[in-house]
């Protein structure tokens, strides 16, 4: 993600990870949330994409 995108802070890399994480299972996430697979399963490469998209 610094790669494409070296300005971006810990906190919006944070904010990529979680917004483009797949959801998986079937139980309800609340927020984005769930207790058991928390934000889900981490999309590397769709978070690469959208940091080099990524505008403040």
Do not use: C, F
């Not at 079937?26 to 949330?33: L, M």
């Amino acid at each position: 993600m610094l790669s494409v995108n070296p300005d971006l802070t810990p906190q919006e890399v944070r904010e990529i990870i979680i917004t483009n994480a797949q959801k998986i299972g079937d139980v309800e996430y609340i927020a984005g949330w769930n207790r058991k697979y928390a934000y889900g399963k981490i999309d590397a490469y769709k978070a690469v994409l959208a940091a080099k998209e990524y505008k403040k």
